[in-house]
Every structure is written in structure tokens, then in C-alpha cells.
């Protein structure tokens, strides 16, 4: 007889849609919507700053451009910091929940960078590998942790190289940030979901705990210096 490990009987196997749509009760809908308006908007903000950027690089205003890319990218790194906290707190919680919610792999189609497609492509193959709904609920929370990172990363590099001069390619950097910034929104979007499915299996006398956990200041990082170039190339 063959077992499967982890999973639930058909007639009783939730899917994400159903925790997604499913109303919350009053307090663990008050805590996903103050998570999600904070998230959306750090996202409001940044977004605003970047098209502000582009705005005055299409008029030729390129040293103005710059210095506002440099708000942009300090916006960009305090998003993907608590959205990376958030990924945290779940996955430290997440071990005091004995039923995780389910959770579906990552689409690379959702994405436009090569490094959130390739995350994405690789979620996907392990999410069919992982036996158990427990172990791909936290393996999908480092997924998503470590692409937030990872674009980042390369939002502040390209951003930092476009605001400095120090890019050989400017042209290159600025096409870069819209893609990076789509997959920045498309992980959010992510975590938005797994965010509610976990408030909706997480115990009720736990929610405290984790609403403090949330509102747990975050450390910002310190801000990576760049060696700069005697020759700045026009934007």
C-alpha cells in the first residue's frame, strides 16, 4: 500500500483560493489589513519616486534624476527589508502551527527579471519534490525572502551606479529598475497572499504574538558604499 505523506484527503484538501476569499474573523482581518496598507504604502512611495525619476530623465533634467533615484533606491531597501521581516516572522511563528496552510509554487511567467524567473523555476521544481504542505509552506516564505533580497540588491547596485556615474551602461540600469521593480510588486503580491492563508490557520490566542512580532521596528541596513569614477557617462 502506498502512502502519501502530508496530504489530506480529497474530500477535505483545502486549496489557496478558498483561504484566500474566506473572510477572517474581526481580529486577524484588523492585523492583515494594518500589514497590507503598510506594505502597499511603502510600495505607493517608492513607486511615485521611481516614475518621478524616469519623468525627469525624459525631460533631460538627468542630475535632478539621479538625486531622486537615490531616494527611490533608500525606499526600495526599507520595502524589501520589512517585507523580509514579515517572511521572517511567519516562518518563526509558522513552527508553533501544527496545520500550515497550503501554498502554491511561484509561476516564472508572473516575473520579468532572470532573477526572480529563475527563483520562480526553481520553486517550482522543488515545490513537486517536497514532500508534506509543511515543508513547501516554508520553503515557498525563503523563496520569496531570498528573491526580495536579491532584487534589491540589484535595485541599489543599479541605482547607485546610474546616481554616482560609475555606469558604463546607464541605459541598461534604468531598463533594469522597471523590470526590478515589477518583480518587487509581483513577490509583495505573493506574500500578501500567503500572509492572509497563514493569519487564517494561525491559532487565535497566538495572534498577539505575532501582531507584535510585526510591529517590531526593523533594523534599517547600513548603506553600502561605492567606489566612485573620475569619469561620470551621461544618463
Known amino acids: 500500500m502506498l502512502f502519501r505523506r502530508g496530504r489530506k484527503p480529497a474530500s477535505v484538501r483545502r486549496f489557496v483560493s ?3 476569499i474566506a473572510a477572517l474573523p ?8 494594518a500589514v497590507v496598507r503598510r506594505w502597499e504604502s511603502g510600495y505607493a512611495m517608492m513607486s511615485v519616486s521611481l516614475d518621478e525619476a524616469l519623468s525627469l530623465r525624459a525631460r533631460g533634467e538627468l542630475v535632478c ?3 531622486q533615484l537615490s531616494i527611490t533606491s533608500e525606499l526600495n531597501d526599507r520595502l524589501s527589508l520589512t517585507l523580509i521581516d514579515a517572511s521572517n516572522a511567519m516562518t518563526d511563528r509558522g513552527r508553533h502551527v501544527s496545520d500550515l496552510p497550503i501554498v502554491e509554487p511561484l509561476k516564472p511567467d508572473f516575473f520579468r527579471g532572470d532573477t526572480a524567473q529563475s527563483a520562480a523555476s526553481w520553486h517550482g521544481i522543488l515545490h513537486h519534490v517536497l514532500l508534506g504542505d509543511r515543508s513547501r509552506f516554508f520553503h515557498k516564505l525563503r523563496i520569496l525572502s531570498d528573491t526580495i533580497d536579491r532584487l534589491n540588491h540589484e535595485f541599489v547596485d543599479a541605482a547607485a551606479g546610474i546616481s554616482d556615474g560609475s555606469s558604463v551602461h546607464p541605459g541598461v540600469c534604468w531598463k533594469s529598475l522597471d523590470s526590478l521593480h515589477y518583480d518587487i510588486s509581483t513577490c509583495l503580491r505573493e506574500l500578501e497572499v500567503v500572509m492572509k492563508c497563514f493569519l487564517r490557520a494561525l491559532p487565535a490566542d497566538q495572534v ?3 501582531s507584535h512580532r510585526l ?3 526593523v533594523v534599517p541596513r547600513r548603506t553600502r558604499s561605492r ?9
Not at 474581526?26 to 489589513?33: G, H, S, T, Y
Not at 567606489?227 to 544618463?235: D, K
Open 18 to 20: 478558498d483561504d484566500w
Open 215 to 217: 510591529e517590531t521596528p
Open 65 to 67: 534624476a539621479r538625486q
Open 227 to 235: 567606489p566612485g569614477l573620475t569619469t561620470r557617462i551621461s544618463a
Open 26 to 33: 474581526r481580529e486577524k482581518a484588523q492585523l492583515f489589513e
Open 208 to 210: 498577539s504574538v505575532f
